[in-house]
């Protein structure tokens, strides 16, 4: 065996050999993938083999389509049998709910470029005369996607690698990997070590022990799940055509045609899901091509409901069982990008969906670790999505209810509880018991609206029966005073002598010069697109306070300790846990804060945009005069511990003014009247400030920064989108990000985030469009729930107080 690669790659199933291929696509070829079996032999071999296009996530219905473009090609491409059936898909819709489902994933379809219909009851039958369509709505047919051999596939793009010059070993397994002095990586297996530049975790179900290895773990938990092929179907045999793969969430199953027998697979409602009976969930290294006994006592009230919807099968006998192992991840979107806290070590693995899956993953993560950025949105795929928080308990919990929960309608909005609290404030019981309704974020509970009459949400697509509560949170902050607990940002400390040359090379603004200073600042790749955004605050000569987003706290701080060099004299601390953060908004701010503080809160000794440490109600607090939602208001960060009697002294004094609690709600609506733009929807990898309308923040002139020199030639060649502040006339949907714009019925961009403005009464989104496309004043028309919707292109400045007045007062 060879004893250097550039790459070498753990794993052989779907997502490792997806991505050999893609890296060989690339041109690096010095590439290894080690396999301890034969390819396939994990999970790949028996799975299914169906790839869906539908998924109502954006970023997952681009890696869906990379799949379902390459594999109709694959046979040609190799001469290896894929058996590509492109038979497209219907999923069945039983309430007006998933109908509206189905709409807002045909708007995705349209801008990525899949074939998608939502059809009523007398297509579906056309399409699939046997099915009995009873109580149906609606169904998604997708008409691109189909289902393949996934083990004869995997083989043919592991064949399209080598002959691209990649290498795999197979029958070997890794049994080490170490960090050398060097900064490569020496993987030990059983024929021997190599030394490598990157290594991958592709490895399936044995993630976890793999990534173990590197003193790291994976948040994921291996779940059994059946299939059973049936005798053949008469009807079948005298039919030429195939029928399409059919997706039942009543049933909570899919099923199709398997040559002239009926395939059917279950996503158990009910059962316990069967983890892997090793400890900790973890397979035995010695299975291998390894099934399990079937299970019929859990799938026989599943197979009564496919009965009824294709009674021609009710007669017939079972030929086969596949039960096999599948790994889930707390969010059941793969694992894919730098594992946290390691250095050239990835992570390609925790796919549940992974034949429909590793051709795309293979795909952005190739470009990923060959140009050190993919050209898709990686935020919902990076493996640092995930932080301590996400330990054995938590992902066991998240990824049993993913399973169950495969084919049930997710609407945006919906809480799921399995898992949680995994991080909460000392303020969590409090707020819970004034009715608080919590959202997760990065593990956090954080306040997300108020139930102040107990009402529940009635989730839907819709404006829905918490808009009016959302719109009086709103109106209490702007015409009074509310307090929010957003302790959830990611928070570091940075210091040292250098720190503020350090900070002003890894971000694009400059720092503050005077002590007390706040500075928006973005951190760009060395393509000058946007990694992370941040709120940093110049606490003394050599310490800042830096802000961002939640779901950023382990990339933020892995990107920031490994970027300091060698020579440089600077500390950073991630302090997360030590911060609590409370902020108080509203034109009345000031005179509930000069209550419990000394401090002169006025302007003259306090203006917009600095901060200090001053002590409120005897706690001492990092007061930041910032906002997202344009109010005078101040965020006060203080020891974690002693939240709760901050906020006590804060309610007692705002009792005054009726001070509102408010949750992150109605923080969307009013930073979007701010034209404040969303890290990770309006600002992600995909995109440059300068793209973004960004430019005010960035410091060309200060010297050298990462990726100044990309958007030194960006400004020079002109750039082809850019973002658009619009107003959309919504009747009772507004935008949510994801939906297709059009220009005189041509498409010219897509949406990436909107929502009510509950202060100016406005309907507001944020697109991305052709640059030809976007002067102020222009008409456009994006389509919500299948619906085209005038709109009309504002100019970029904040349509709620556009000179800052109030934010200055
Ligand atoms: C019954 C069933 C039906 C399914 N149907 C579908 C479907 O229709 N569509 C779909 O998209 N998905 C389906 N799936 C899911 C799909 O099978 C998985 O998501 C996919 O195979 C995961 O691919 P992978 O490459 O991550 O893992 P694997 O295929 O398990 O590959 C990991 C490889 O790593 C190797 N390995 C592990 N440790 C080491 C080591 N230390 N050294 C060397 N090699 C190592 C293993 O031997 C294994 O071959 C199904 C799954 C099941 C169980």
């Known amino acids: 065996m060879r004893s250097s690669a550039r790459v070498v790659i ?276 010695e299975s291998e091509s390894e099934l399990f006994e079937a299970d019929y006592d859990r799938v026989l009230p599943h197979f009564e409901r496919v009965m009824e919807r294709m009674p021609i099968w009710s007669d017939v006998g079972i030929k086969s069982v596949t039960n096999g192992a599948i790994p889930h991840t707390p969010d059941d979107n793969p ?92 303020l969590h019981e409090t707020l819970r018991d004034q009715g608080c309704v919590h959202t997760e974020a990065f593990g956090w509970e954080r306040p997300k609206w108020f139930s102040l009459d107990g009402r529940e949400e009635e989730l839907s697509y819709r404006r829905n029966n918490i808009f009016e509560v959302v719109a009086a949170e709103c109106r209490g902050v702007s015409e009074g005073v509310g307090v929010i607990e957003l302790s959830s940002f990611a928070k570091f400390d940075v210091s040292g002598p250098d720190a503020e040359a350090f900070l002003n090379r890894a971000f694009a603004n400059r720092m503050a010069a005077k002590v007390g200073g706040i500075r928006l600042a973005h951190r760009l790749g060395e393509n000058g697109r946007i990694q992370s955004e941040a709120t ?79 002590d409120v109600a005897g706690v001492p607090c990092r007061a930041l005069r910032v906002n997202y939602l344009g109010e005078l208001g101040w965020e006060l960060h203080h020891p974690m511990a002693r939240m709760p009697e901050l906020y006590a002294a804060i309610k007692a004094s705002g009792s005054e003014y009726d001070a509102v609690d408010f949750g992150s709600l109605a923080v969307d609506s009013m930073r979007i009247e701010k034209c404040y733009r969303g890290i990770g929807a309006d600002l992600t990898n995909e995109i440059t400030p300068l793209e973004a309308g960004l430019g005010r923040f960035l410091e060309m002139e200060k010297g050298d920064f990462v990726g100044r020199e990309s958007l030194l030639r960006i400004q020079r060649e002109g750039i082809a989108q850019q973002l658009i502040y619009i107003e959309v006339d919504a009747r009772d949907a507004d935008c949510i990000g994801g939906e297709p714009v059009f220009s005189e019925g041509r498409l010219v961009g897509v949406t990436s985030s909107g929502a009510f403005g509950h202060r100016t009464g406005r309907s507001l989104a944020l697109a991305y469009v052709e640059s030809t496309k976007a002067a102020p004043g222009q008409k456009l028309e994006v389509e919500v729930l299948e619906e085209r919707l005038g709109v009309t292109i504002l100019e970029t400045e904040p349509i709620y107080d556009p000179s800052n007045a109030r934010l200055r007062a």
């Open 536 to 614: 940093i605050t110049r606490i003394s000569e050599d310490r800042f306070y830096v802000l961002s987003g939640s779901s950023w706290e382990v990339k933020d701080f892995d990107a920031l300790k490994q970027a300091i060099r060698d020579d440089e004299k600077v500390t950073v601390e991630n302090v997360t846990d030590d911060w609590g953060n409370l902020i108080v908004a509203g034109p009345r701010a000031r005179d509930l804060l000069a209550k419990i503080t000394s401090a002169d809160l006025e302007n003259s000794n306090f203006r917009w945009l600095t901060g200090r440490e001053i």
């Open 10 to 285: 753990v794993g052989g199933g779907m997502m490792g050999v997806g991505l050999l291929y893609h890296l060989a696509e690339e041109g690096w070829s010095d590439t290894l993938l080690i396999e301890k079996g034969e390819l396939t032999s994990g999970s790949t071999w028996h799975a299914a083999g169906q790839c869906p296009s539908f998924i109502g996530d954006y970023t997952m219905a681009k890696v869906h389509h990379v799949g379902n473009t390459l594999y109709p090609k694959l046979e040609s491409m190799t001469g290896q049998y894929t058996s590509w059936h492109g038979c497209g898909g219907i999923r069945l819709a039983t309430t007006r709910a998933e109908l509206e489902w189905f709409k807002h994933v045909a708007d995705i379809a349209k801008h990525i470029g899949y074939g998608m219909e939502v059809i009523g009851p007398e297509e579906i039958r056309r399409i699939n005369p046997f099915l009995d369509t009873e109580g149906v709505v609606a169904g998604a047919w997708t008409l691109d996607d189909g289902h393949v051999d996934p083990a004869g596939t995997c083989q043919a793009m592991a064949k399209a690698a080598t002959n691209l010059g990649a290498t795999i070993v197979k029958q070997n397994r890794v049994t080490g990997i170490r960090a050398r002095a060097e900064g490569e990586w020496e993987v030990e297996t059983e024929k021997g070590s190599v030394i490598a530049e990157h290594v991958v975790n592709a490895a399936g179900c044995y993630a976890r022990r793999v990534s173990q290895m590197v003193g790291s773990d994976a948040p994921i938990w291996n779940t059994e799940h059946q299939y059973f092929i049936t005798e053949p179907i008469p009807e079948f045999v005298e039919r030429d055509e195939e029928i399409p793969v059919m997706r039942d969430p009543r049933a909570s199953c899919y099923y199709r045609q398997e040559q002239v027998s009926a395939l059917i697979g279950v996503y158990e409602t009910e059962a316990a899901v069967g983890a892997w009976r090793d400890s900790g969930g973890l397979p035995a290294w």
């Open 335 to 426: 694992l894919l990008g730098p594992a946290g806290g390691l250095r050239n070590f990835w992570m390609c693995c925790g796919a549940s969906i992974g034949i429909a899956q590793g051709a795309g993953c293979g795909k952005y993560l190739a470009q990923w670790i060959v140009h050190g950025d993919a050209e898709v949105n990686m935020a919902s795929l990076d493996p640092r999505r995930f932080g301590r928080f996400a330990n054995e308990v938590y992902t066991q919990a998240k990824a049993a209810d993913a399973y169950v929960q495969m084919y049930a309608l997710h609407i945006p909005g919906e809480e799921r509880e399995a898992g949680r609290p995994a991080r909460t404030t000392p």
